[in-house]
């Protein structure tokens, strides 16, 4: 295993806990300028090391070609996707070519006169004449009909040396193709166990390596036989592979064990496994996902994408790594490469969240599905989904005493430590634990997520928070229920959502993580290229290492129910809710009134509470505030969120007259924010805290997050912290009195007609009919946001520009942070 010889310091970055007089209260968006950080929505700061190249969408794979003279990028985001032709030594893009549809796989020839590109869902290799450091209009190698017809995917590609033969690997069909270049055919398909990722050649061509990314193995294929000849355990989530010269040892990352496994491949065993974190933790999150050599092989860099980092190894002993620090790079790096003394890193998110001023005009184009097509430029800044263009780092190799240096910046942009895993930030007295063991007089946990709602959007109009009136859509008059809740208990106006969109929301709201299987293929889904979109617990693949929040109840002997997440109608999206899941409770539908989910939900209680048998969490879906814009016949959208208001102010007002009131609390989110207008940022969105121990006409503007919300129903419960994400976030105790108020919360009546249908006909009404509302996010979310706000606002309004900064700070940094 690995050892830390530099020891993790950790200070408080002097930007932390800086004063703005913004209504008394400390606000610093974006980047600190005192020093140089620029703070993420989820807590995190970046101060990337090295120099700056912007890229496209969301880059997940560049590669070198043989004499060092081109790197190839390929960008893989909502938005454009291209593939990219950069000269590294001059750190100069030669070329660009947008692609319809693109995912990860890239390899150039062994004479650098051919590109190969991964196509995607539209099931083709794009080979790429390269001539004069420009990218010819590519042939195009067909694996199979383009998707939905066709479930294919290519991902990671090889490609021999004499280019007789090409190797893809394939995520949607799990197979590997051989394919023969000349003949530009397919000459074998071998199926696999699991979605691929990459894949890799032996130096002698004999054998391909292929890591199966939804599992722990990686596989080889005997190239003679084209059959499996091995299968190597590894770590989970094993993604990319990495042969020395020689090819006597294989690197595999594995993304959710935030680790390497160092393979010899002559045996095919595992002889190490380096730990790529920067505490020694067992907790998921720093998601292991790139690799690359010095040219001397004597030291590997590992990209960590949730940590913003670079891990630096001396690997020249076999089997007896040693850590030699940290390097920090931008925004979720995805893949390293080294060119001589320059090492070059590809950073999925760029290096700062952003200001949007263009606002949602022109309107987006969509398919028939109702996906986004974004047809210019200009279209695709808008969503937040393409907004973080990535950025390429060019580093030089750090000698000794700089390496030190940029160890201790890593360290200072990390709000996570071992410290916080055992104690939690709180105070003396406070009904919310601190740390195992403690007990606290809540025994009742009831957890609402609702649909992408921001918070100016619903509570702009209160005067006590920082709310921009004019956002407002959807206000006292619509939601009274929540107005009551912000105002009879606390109102907090500094929280932010951890996600950008519902795919990954729901698996940020139940697992403070998203794996990188759903980070790096919701963008493809939501960009209207196919992919497999099951990403609410469908898919094994998509899950956390260790689970959702409720398999740690199970672990833990903690009782728990769901009421429409992750299930529907009694069936389960995954096996640890089976047997736990209320057979009434619908799943995500627009045309059932969340009144039916309330009545469910008040049955099944009623029901338990007369056997004193009401699980320790309840976890319940109230999600009609998405609404189904203004297509025609629908529920209008004032309705459909005036039905959501109702819904929680009944279940609240219910749960506050039964007997276990006493020793409850009930916690209210979006899954994610998405598009609405936002004066602050795009990330911030309403949540609420009701119960006996929540502090009674209270403001609270401390900074608070989907992950922090998390771990104070772990500290309620007495479970430990799923991630690093949750372990380091701040629990919402300031929102806690240890003194009990028993008052009952009484329902506020609906304003509005809930049976209120969209009967206009307009341009609204007709791009409403194009968008899909089978599932969550499959509207455009743009569109959505503009045609929900031109409902309330007037079909001649014009929605003002969503607004993106880093981050907020509204409270100084806690001491025994610094310990």
Same mark, same amino acid.
């Given at each position: /295993?690995?050892?830390?010889?530099?020891?993790?310091?950790?200070?408080?970055?002097?930007?932390?806990?800086?004063?703005?007089?913004?209504?008394?209260?400390?606000?610093?968006?974006?980047?600190?300028?005192?020093?140089?950080?620029?703070?993420?929505?989820?807590?995190?700061?970046?101060?990337?090391?090295?120099?700056?190249?912007?890229?496209?969408? #969301?880059?997940?794979?560049?590669?070198?070609? @043989?004499?060092?003279?081109? #790197?190839?990028?390929?960008?893989?985001?909502?938005?454009? =996707?291209?593939?990219?032709?950069?000269?590294?030594?001059?750190?100069?893009?030669?070329?660009?070519?947008?692609?319809?549809? $693109?995912?990860?796989?890239?390899?150039?020839?062994?004479?650098?006169?051919?590109?190969?590109?991964?196509?995607?869902?539209?099931?083709?290799?794009?080979?790429?004449?390269?001539?004069?450091?420009? #990218?010819?209009?590519?042939?195009?190698?067909?694996?199979?009909?383009?998707?939905?017809?066709?479930?294919?995917?290519? *991902?990671?590609?090889?490609?021999?040396? +004499?280019?007789?033969?090409?190797?893809?690997?394939?995520?949607?069909?799990?197979?590997?193709?051989?394919?023969?270049?000349?003949?530009?055919?397919?000459?074998?398909?071998?199926? #696999?166990?699991?979605?691929?990722?990459?894949?890799?050649?032996?130096?002698?061509?004999?054998?391909?390596?292929?890591?199966?990314?939804?599992?722990?193995?990686?596989?080889?294929?005997?190239?003679?036989?084209? *059959?499996?000849?091995?299968?190597?355990?590894?770590?989970? %989530?094993?993604?990319?592979?990495?042969?020395?010269?020689?090819?006597?040892?294989?690197?595999?990352?594995?993304?959710?064990?935030?680790?390497?496994?160092?393979?010899? *491949?002559?045996?095919?065993?595992?002889?190490?496994?380096?730990?790529?974190?920067?505490?020694?933790?067992?907790?998921?999150?720093?998601?292991?996902?790139?690799? &690359?050599?010095?040219?001397?092989?004597?030291?590997?860099?590992?990209?960590?994408?949730?940590?913003?980092?670079?891990?630096?190894? +001396?690997?020249?002993?076999?089997?007896?790594?040693?850590?030699?620090?940290?390097?920090?790079?931008?925004?979720?790096?995805?893949?390293?490469?080294?060119?001589?003394?320059?090492?070059?890193?590809?950073?999925?998110?760029?290096?700062?969240?952003?200001?949007?001023?263009?606002?949602?005009?022109?309107?987006?184009?969509?398919?028939?599905?109702?996906?986004?097509?974004?047809?210019?430029?200009?279209?695709?800044?808008?969503?937040?989904?393409?907004?973080?263009?990535?950025?390429?780092?060019?580093?030089?190799?750090?000698?000794?005493?700089?390496?030190?240096?940029?160890?201790?910046?890593?360290?200072?942009?990390?709000?996570?430590?071992?410290?916080?895993?055992? =104690?939690?930030? !709180?105070?003396? !007295?406070?009904?919310?634990? @601190?740390?195992?063991?403690?007990?606290?007089?809540?025994? %009742?946990?009831?957890?609402?997520?609702?649909?992408?709602?921001?918070?100016?959007?619903?509570?702009?109009?209160?005067?006590?928070?920082?709310?921009?009136?004019?956002?407002?859509?959807?206000?006292?008059?619509?939601?009274?229920?929540?107005?009551?809740?912000?105002?009879?208990?606390?109102?907090?106006?500094?929280?932010?959502?951890?996600?950008?969109?519902?795919?990954?929301?729901?698996?940020?709201?139940?697992?403070?993580?998203?794996? +990188?299987?759903?980070?790096?293929?919701?963008?493809?889904?939501?960009?209207?290229?196919?992919?497999?979109?099951?990403?609410?617990?469908?898919?094994?693949?998509?899950?956390?290492?260790?689970?959702?929040?409720? +398999?740690?109840?199970?672990?833990? !002997?903690?009782?728990?129910?769901?009421?429409?997440?992750?299930?529907?109608?009694?069936?389960?999206?995954?096996?640890?809710?089976?047997?736990?899941?209320?057979?009434?409770?619908?799943?995500?539908?627009?045309?059932?009134?969340?009144?039916?989910?309330?009545?469910?939900?008040?049955?099944?209680?009623?029901?338990?509470?007369?056997?004193?048998?009401?699980?320790?969490?309840?976890?319940?879906?109230?999600?009609?505030?998405?609404?189904?814009?203004?297509?025609?016949?629908?529920?209008?959208?004032?309705?459909?969120?005036?039905?959501?208001?109702?819904?929680?102010?009944?279940?609240? &007002? %219910?749960?506050?007259?039964?007997?276990?009131?006493?020793?409850?609390?009930?916690?209210?989110?979006?899954?994610?924010? =998405?598009?609405?207008?936002?004066?602050?940022?795009? %990330? @911030?969105?309403?949540?609420?805290?009701?119960?006996?121990?929540?502090?009674?006409? &209270?403001?609270?503007?401390?900074?608070?997050?989907?992950?922090?919300?998390?771990?104070?129903?772990?500290?309620?419960?007495?479970?430990?912290? /799923?991630? =690093?994400?949750?372990?380091?976030?701040?629990?919402?105790?300031?929102?806690?009195?240890?003194?009990?108020?028993?008052?009952?919360?009484?329902?506020?009546?609906?304003?509005?007609?809930?049976?209120? @249908?969209?009967?206009?006909?307009?341009?609204?009404?007709?791009?409403?009919?194009?968008?899909?509302?089978?599932?969550?996010?499959?509207?455009?979310?743009? $569109?959505?946001?503009?045609?929900?706000?031109?409902?309330?606002?007037?079909?001649?309004?014009?929605?003002?520009?969503?607004?993106?900064? &880093?981050?907020?700070?509204?409270?100084?940094?806690?001491?025994?942070?610094?310990?």
């Amino acid at each position: /295993m690995s050892n830390f010889l530099i020891r993790p310091l950790m200070f408080i970055a002097a930007g932390i806990g800086l004063l703005a007089g913004l209504n008394g209260k400390a606000q610093v968006p974006g980047k600190i300028k005192q020093t140089n950080q620029v703070l993420l929505p989820n807590g995190w700061m970046l101060s990337p090391a090295g120099r700056s190249l912007p890229l496209g969408d #969301l880059p997940l794979n560049i590669q070198l070609s @043989r004499s060092g003279k081109l #790197l190839a990028v390929t960008n893989n985001g909502q938005s454009t =996707q291209s593939v990219q032709l950069i000269d590294p030594k001059r750190e100069k893009v030669l070329d660009e070519k947008e692609l319809a549809k $693109a995912w990860y796989g890239l390899a150039f020839s062994n004479d650098e006169k051919n590109l190969y590109v991964s196509g995607g869902n539209d099931n083709i290799i794009l080979d790429f004449d390269v001539k004069n450091s420009r #990218l010819n209009d590519p042939d195009t190698i067909r694996l199979g009909l383009p998707w939905p017809a066709g479930k294919i995917c290519p *991902t990671g590609i090889a490609v021999t040396k +004499d280019k007789s033969r090409l190797y893809t690997v394939t995520k949607e069909d799990s197979s590997v193709y051989i394919i023969d270049l000349q003949k530009r055919a397919i000459i074998n398909k071998v199926k #696999l166990a699991d979605i691929a990722y990459s894949c890799v050649l032996s130096p002698d061509e004999q054998t391909l390596y292929v890591s199966l990314w939804g599992s722990d193995e990686v596989v080889a294929l005997n190239t003679a036989a084209q *059959t499996v000849a091995a299968t190597i355990k590894t770590g989970n %989530h094993p993604n990319e592979l990495l042969l020395n010269k020689k090819g006597t040892t294989l690197y595999v990352a594995n993304a959710n064990d935030n680790s390497v496994s160092v393979i010899n *491949t002559a045996s095919n065993q595992v002889i190490e496994t380096i730990s790529t974190v920067l505490y020694p933790t067992a907790l998921t999150g720093s998601t292991t996902n790139g690799l &690359a050599l010095s040219d001397n092989e004597k030291t590997l860099y590992i990209a960590n994408a949730d940590n913003n980092c670079l891990a630096v190894f +001396d690997v020249s002993v076999p089997a007896n790594s040693k850590s030699q620090g940290f390097i920090p790079v931008g925004w979720y790096p995805t893949n390293v490469k080294v060119l001589g003394q320059k090492i070059l890193v590809s950073n999925g998110k760029g290096v700062t969240s952003m200001a949007n001023p263009k606002g949602p005009q022109p309107v987006l184009k969509t398919d028939n599905s109702g996906y986004q097509k974004g047809s210019t430029a200009n279209n695709r800044l808008q969503y937040i989904a393409g907004l973080f263009k990535g950025t390429l780092s060019v580093i030089d190799a750090p000698n000794d005493d700089q390496l030190k240096s940029y160890t201790k910046q890593v360290y200072a942009n990390t709000p996570f430590n071992n410290k916080k895993v055992a =104690q939690a930030d !709180g105070e003396e !007295g406070n009904p919310i634990p @601190r740390k195992p063991g403690e007990k606290s007089p809540i025994k %009742h946990v009831f957890y609402i997520i609702k649909e992408n709602r921001t918070y100016d959007q619903v509570l702009g109009d209160m005067p006590k928070g920082n709310g921009d009136p004019s956002l407002c859509i959807f206000g006292n008059d619509i939601t009274p229920n929540h107005h009551a809740l912000a105002n009879e208990f606390v109102l907090v106006d500094n929280f932010y959502v951890d996600a950008e969109v519902s795919a990954d929301g729901h698996n940020w709201s139940t697992a403070a993580y998203a794996t +990188d299987v759903v980070e790096k293929t919701w963008p493809t889904s939501y960009g209207s290229r196919g992919g497999s979109t099951s990403f609410e617990g469908g898919r094994k693949a998509t899950y956390p290492r260790d689970g959702f929040i409720w +398999d740690y109840c199970k672990r833990a !002997g903690v009782s728990y129910r769901t009421y429409g997440e992750f299930g529907d109608y009694g069936k389960a999206n995954i096996k640890t809710l089976q047997g736990h899941i209320c057979a009434q409770s619908p799943g995500f539908d627009l045309d059932i009134k969340d009144q039916v989910r309330v009545d469910a939900w008040e049955h099944d209680f009623d029901s338990l509470a007369r056997a004193n048998a009401v699980p320790q969490l309840s976890t319940i879906r109230i999600s009609n505030d998405h609404t189904s814009g203004q297509k025609k016949g629908k529920i209008a959208p004032i309705a459909a969120v005036a039905d959501n208001d109702l819904a929680i102010g009944r279940l609240i &007002a %219910h749960l506050s007259k039964s007997p276990i009131w006493k020793e409850s609390v009930v916690f209210i989110l979006e899954d994610d924010a =998405q598009n609405g207008p936002d004066h602050v940022d795009a %990330h @911030r969105s309403p949540v609420f805290v009701a119960g006996p121990y929540v502090k009674r006409n &209270a403001v609270v503007h401390s900074m608070y997050s989907t992950s922090g919300v998390l771990r104070t129903i772990e500290l309620i419960l007495g479970l430990p912290p /799923m991630s =690093q994400y949750d372990a380091a976030a701040l629990p919402l105790y300031e929102c806690f009195t240890n003194k009990i108020d028993l008052t009952n919360y009484q329902c506020k009546p609906a304003q509005v007609d809930l049976n209120l @249908r969209n009967v206009a006909k307009n341009k609204s009404s007709m791009r409403s009919e194009q968008f899909n509302f089978k599932k969550e996010d499959a509207a455009p979310d743009l $569109a959505l946001n503009e045609v929900i706000w031109k409902s309330v606002k007037g079909e001649d309004s014009v929605m003002p520009a969503p607004k993106r900064s &880093a981050f907020v700070i509204l409270e100084k940094k806690k001491k025994d942070d610094d310990d």
